[in-house]
């Protein structure tokens, strides 16, 4: 699976955040800020977390190899994550235990405003987790 784009979008994104050019509020800031100082520290003896970037990737994919839009303007076009979606995505997926590999965030509160497109993603991670994600016990 191609990678580099989504990578480059997520790092262009976290950027953009850091830089002042994405208007961003606090507390993305703050994910943002604090994804980068995590990636500073991962597999220490005091966070033992890793950041799996190949992973991240792979969530990131799936969404415009796999899935099509099916109503509306974009309909039969791949279903192509925003920035902020991306990022959401590469942190949550990418971030893994060092101990057993499974996922560091295992509940996530992700809200967004009205017609951002929450049910197409909640969907589209439905069908990934469903059929893509694997048992780390494996």
Partial sequence: MITNGV?????????????GEIVACQRVKDAVRRHIEDLKRQSTDEFPFHFDRRWAASVCQFFPVMLRHSIGEFAGRPF???PWQAFA????????????????FRKVYWSMARKNGKSSAAAGLCLFLGAGDIDPAT
């Fill in 89 to 104: 995505l590469w942190c949550i997926f990418g971030w893994k235990r060092d101990d057993d590999n499974s996922r560091r």
């Fill in 80 to 82: 192509e994550l925003e």
């Fill in 7 to 19: 990578a480059g979008r997520v790092e262009a994104y976290i950027e953009g955040v850091m830089s």
